[in-house]
Structures are given as structure tokens and as C-alpha cells.
């Protein structure tokens, strides 16, 4: 099974809390973070990635909780914030010499991008996000049927042992139930991959859940206090979006046009997994952003 993005090297690195992060590292040139999504690690990015190495340095780590990082117990409700999974992020991308540093994430690294872009903005130097508003907004547009589709949300947000439990007895239906509902194009996806997202997952379950959980609880309170205070992302920002239907795309561009006023919101054609089923569309979006 693919472990890592052909060229690229593995690198253990330390995060913060004492979290260490597993990290591929390729190319040469500015640098470039790329945050993987959910139920998937870093090996998601391996299109994008291979095309950015040509004249980036692109760093690929599995977020804390996921792949081959360290996956520590959530003692106090905040080990999974999206701040602590950011401060990781910049710590890894200072350990490997880069104080500043373009950012780019998929679904739940897309979550810890924006934390990052709005904790860290002399850090970030651009921020491109994908397929997700922005964790605030997510809990404030889902409501009625079409609040469906994220049912996991609700399930993963409960008090901790019933949701563990429940998706421990049927792992890789679970799992493997959202790679086959959000894709548009399953050849995208190889069963070597797919096969690797799944053990990866199984393995993870304790700290997947925590990621969420922490959705609905401290990182509500860090977005709304961002909210009440004024604070915007203030780097130039991309944000790519499939068509979610008319219930929940309406009004996505003004909601996130609150946040980064410096905004270029598009909707593409591909699935929920874009870096995999639309890899030159993301790419194009990328080198774009950094021209701004």
C-alpha cells in the first residue's frame, strides 16, 4: 500500500503539547503546507503535491490525531482544537526553516488552516481552503433536512465512550461509507488508497472523534470570540467549493467573504475529494493564489 508521495522523504517532527508529527517533504523553492482532510492522510495530496514540488518546498504532514502522527489522549476537551493542531503546524514548518509560508487545506485541514490563518497571520502568508465554510458557519447554516448530509458531525460531537464505541464495531463501514457517498469519481481513489485511508482510520478512532468533537465545543467558542472581536483573515484567501445544492451553497461567498476580505471564492465541477478527482483544477487555484 502507498505509504508516502513518490520523491517525497518522511521527517518526524516535533508539534506542540509534545505531539510529534509524521511529514513528507519534497521539492525545493517557497514553501507550502498542505493540510489532508477526512478519513484520509497526507497521501491524499500526492497529484497536487508532485506538481507544486517542481518549484516549491511542499510539506505534507499527517495532522496530530491521524495517519503516522501522534495521536494523544484528549484529556481536557482541547488536546484536538483547531488552535492546537495550527500551533503544530507552524511549529513544523519552523523546524523545517520556514517562519512564513503559504497554507492549504482540505475539509478538516482546511478547519486547522483558517485557525492558523487567523491565530498566526504573520505566518501565513496565503491561505487556500477547500470544500468547507468555516466551523462557525457550518454549525450555524445546518438545520433541517439538509443538515442530513453531516449527520457524523452530531454523532461525533457527543459525549465521549457511545460514539468510540458505535464506530469501533463497523469501522471500515463507517469510514469508508463518506469515500464512497463524497466522491464523485470512485477511480479517483485506487483501492490501494483507499485501503490505506481505511487501516489509517481504524487505527484512529479515539482521536478522530476528538477532532470533532472539539468542533462543537471549544472551536465554536475560539470562532465566535474571533467574531465579537473583529478578527479576519487578512492574507489573500482561495476557496474552492463543489456544488453543495441550493440549500446549503446559497450565500457561501458572503459568509466567507465576512472572514477574508480578500477573497476568491470559486465552485468546481469534481467531488468532495477535489485534490484527488480535480487535481489540475486545485493546482491551477493554488499557483493562482500565489500570485496575488
Known sequence: MPRTIPGFSHQRIAGADDVTLNVAVGGSGSPIVLLHGFPQTHLMWRHVAADLAADHTVICPD????????????????????????TDVVAVAQALGHDRFALVGHDRGALVAIRAGLDHPDAVTHLASLDVLTNLDTWAVLQGRSATVAWHLYLMAQPAGLPENMISGAADEFFGSFLDAWANDPEAMPADVRAAYLEASREAIPSIVADYRASANIDVEHDQADRENGNRLRMPVTVLQQDWGPELSSGAAAMWRAWAPDLEHRTVSCGHFMAEEGPADVIRAIRSLLTR
Do not use: V
Open 63 to 86: 495532522l496530530r490525531g491521524y495517519g503516522a502522527s501522534d495521536k494523544p489522549e484528549d484529556s481536557d476537551g482541547q488536546m484536538y482544537s483547531k488552535r492546537a493542531m495550527a
